[in-house]
């Protein structure tokens, strides 16, 4: 894929906002760790900070020091360049306070150029770090697991939390196929889990737009579905095969960062993870905070929003096949706010000021916002009905997850049934985001 035509430049958009997103390079090949050399060589970075964790390392680590080797003179028996490293030995990295600390800590002074080895969580990081010095940044992906690479957000956990700050953006994402090929398949098929939760996604931010007037932009949705298809397109051949191994094939990894890659610009030009990040992804968040509080082993991102996503699904397909009574559910309208702040205290524990802080400052569980939404959803369910027909049906989705080998139920990870049903109602408290969880609320089918 071209990247060329979405980087580096602006568009002035039909929606009235100007797009941009400036990446200077985005690599995705066979030996695309070797570009470091050139990227160093071009820029003239003198003083460098590799990040990494034992696993990533071990996986790109040592490729990505020799590229950098590659690009050392040597002049009166000083090296060019100097390398400082640091690498997470925590076995679960958790991106907070603690770690960042640690890196902010480790960060030689004068460092222009952070280069992260790793995905999720060190690249979070990174992107925060590099931007706070004013370096410049360059993520080599060692799982193509997640579609935060060329996104403007990070997702940390702040005071037990979990929090999106906007980051700077990568200059540089190297996904070099034969690395990303070697990851472990459930990290490549939980990539295209949080590529398959866009579907979800973009359903809730279209309704926000129909009920909301939030902002919508029809180009940025288009290039989520080609995020989408770009994915969906490398699985669907192998639905109902009974072996994963096409997750390691060259052309399905590659369409799979790909697609990571084009999600996570989308969310750059929107400048928020609007367009990327729906009722879907807060079940996610709430899961990882509830296994966070419990310090359970966690789950990858992608692994959970795709679980999320079928399960946001069907409750799709429920609220269409009951067809919500407006009438009644206005005259059920009730927000007990105690009863619901001791809820929040229960579920959300450290962090439930936070949450109680949100409701406050935006009202959106409020009688009158809830019968303002509803009037205008009632008003206009035909049209909502057109949004939410654009959803794949849930077993479609359970096949392409199932041909992965990917746990498909909440259950599969380890997340009990109450902990989903309390998700379902309280995962919406996180953020201030209408969609399903928020219109399930609203028409008392979850309250
Ligand atoms: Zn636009
Ligand atoms: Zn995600």
């Known amino acids: 894929m071209d990247f060329s035509e979405y980087i580096n430049r602006e568009i002035k958009c039909g929606c009235g906002r100007i797009h941009k997103c400036y990446i200077k390079d985005i690599i995705i090949k066979d030996n695309a760790v070797k570009e470091i050399e050139r990227i160093i060589d071009d820029n003239g970075y003198k003083n460098i900070f590799i990040v990494a964790d034992t696993n990533t390392w071990k996986a790109a680590g040592v490729q990505t020091l020799k590229a950098i080797e590659s690009a050392m003179r040597e002049t009166d028996g000083r090296k060019s360049i100097k390398v400082t490293k640091y690498i997470f030995k925590d076995r679960e990295l958790i991106p907070d306070e603690k770690s960042i600390g640690t890196l902010i800590i480790n960060v030689p002074e004068g460092c222009d150029f952070v280069i992260a080895v790793g ?23 060692t799982a193509p697991s997640m579609d935060g690479f060329a996104s403007n957000v990070s997702p940390l956990i702040i005071n037990h ?71 969906v397109s490398t699985i669907r051949p192998y639905i109902g095969s009974d072996n994963n191994d096409f997750l390691r094939n060259k052309k399905t990894v590659e369409g799979i960062m790909e697609g990571l890659v084009l999600s996570g610009i ?23 905070m509830m296994f966070l509080f419990e310090g359970r082993k966690m ?15 069907k409750l799709y397909e429920k609220l269409r096949r009951r067809k919500p009574d407006f009438n009644q559910a206005r005259e059920n309208i009730h927000f007990d706010k105690k009863k619901w702040e001791k809820e929040m205290k229960r579920v959300y524990r450290e962090a439930a000021d936070k949450v109680i802080e949100l409701e406050n400052t935006c009202k959106k569980n409020s009688d009158e916002e809830v019968g303002r939404r509803l009037d205008i959803l009632d008003k206009n369910w035909g049209r909502a009905e057109k949004i939410m027909d654009t959803l794949p049906a849930s077993d479609y989705i359970e096949d392409i997850l199932k041909a992965m080998g990917a746990p498909y139920k909440a259950k599969h990870v380890g997340v009990e049934k109450e902990v989903l049903k309390d998700s379902i109602k309280y995962a919406k408290e996180l953020r201030n985001r209408y969609g399903l969880l928020q219109i399930l609320f609203d028409i008392g089918m979850y309250k």
């Not at 989308?266 to 990882?288: F, Q, T």
Request: glycine share 8%; charged share 25%.
């Open 119 to 141: 995905s999720g969580t060190i690249n979070d990081m990174c992107k925060l770090i590099s931007g706070r010095i004013n370096a410049d940044y360059c993520i080599v992906a």
């Open 161 to 231: 939390l979990k929090t999106t700050i906007e980051t700077k953006i990568p200059d540089y994402i190297i996904g070099d196929i034969e690395i990303l090929r070697n990851a472990p398949k459930h990290m490549i098929a939980a990539g295209a889990g949080d590529i398959i939760g866009k579907y979800v996604c973009l359903t809730d931010w279209k309704l926000a737009n129909l009920v909301n007037k939030e902002y919508y932009c029809r180009e940025m949705e288009d290039l989520v579905r080609k995020s989408v298809e770009t994915v």
């Open 299 to 313: 789950v990858p991102h992608g692994t959970k929003v795709a679980i999320g996503t079928l399960k946001t699904i």
């Open 266 to 288: 989308a969310m750059s030009y929107v400048g928020n993870s609007r367009p990327a990040s729906g009722s879907e992804h807060h079940l996610s968040h709430y899961w990882e």
